[in-house]
């Protein structure tokens, strides 16, 4: 007898990565840098070779300590995972129980769609007003997980972090998700990052490196993968601005 996929898995629709660019100047679909490795960052990963025969640290506790500087961020609030999908799937497994209601945009970032569904969740798509996060109607989507994608993929939309707290404050959501994995490129991110709210335990903020609250993380470390972040990544982003 064949062993047969959860009916989640056999109808998902699953995600499609980015074609990958031409030429190394282009690589924004994957939000991929076009300068390549800084000398010392190649240095700190040459020298970080010798330790490959070990486990890496399961915590990154250094990588954490260099972000939490960095951020402002006690760093038992930051979890280090393999990029902020993995975390998007730790966040779904620990959290999203099978029937409950996730509330994204639409369109979404693909795994804000793709990974509820695979862990049988109701995904409730409220329409961009103007390509940007109708966040007061999101708001009124009564959901447990709300994911807010800032700046938007795929438009390049920002909403204010002010309209976030707002949210936050409105939503019957328990659990908010920022995503802001494009953050960088936008010109005041001060004023537009939810991180503030993510000190406060409010929130989680996806990152390349993410933050939540120290309850959260708490839960990820249970569920997350113990080795998932290899030795030369984490060299790699010590020696890297957050």
């Known amino acids: 007898m064949r062993p047969t996929p959860r009916s989640a898995v056999e109808s998902l629709d699953p995600y499609v990565p980015g074609r990958a660019a031409e030429d190394d100047d282009h690589g924004l679909a994957s ?24 486990y890496p640290d399961p915590l990154a506790t250094e990588l954490r300590q260099r972000i939490g500087r960095e951020l402002d961020v006690d760093p038992e609030q930051i979890v280090v995972a393999n990029g902020s999908d993995e975390l998007i799937y730790l966040l779904c497994l620990a959290y999203l129980r099978p029937g409950r209601r996730v509330v994204v945009a639409d369109p979404p970032y693909r795994l804000h769609d793709v990974v509820p569904n695979l862990f049988d969740g109701d995904v409730v798509k409220v329409a961009l007003r103007n390509w940007v996060h109708d966040l007061p109607a999101m708001a009124e989507a009564q959901a447990d997980i709300a994911f807010i994608c800032n700046p938007h993929n795929p438009t390049g939309t920002v909403v204010p972090a002010e309209a976030v707290k707002a949210f936050i404050d409105q939503s019957s959501s328990t659990l908010t998700i920022v995503d802001e994995a494009y953050i960088d490129f936008v010109e005041n ?46 060299a790699a982003g010590r020696n890297s601005r957050t």
Not at 33 to 54: F, M, Y
Request: positive net charge.
């Open 189 to 234: 991110v001060d004023r537009q990052s939810a991180l503030p709210l993510a000190r406060e335990g409010r929130l989680v903020v996806l990152r390349t490196f993410s933050n939540a609250s120290a309850e959260v993380v708490e839960v990820l470390r249970r569920v997350r993968p113990p080795f998932s972040v290899n030795s030369l990544a984490q």
């Open 31 to 54: 939000n991929e840098s076009w300068l390549g490795p800084s000398v010392s960052v190649r240095s700190t990963i040459i020298r970080a070779i010798d330790k490959i025969h070990r």
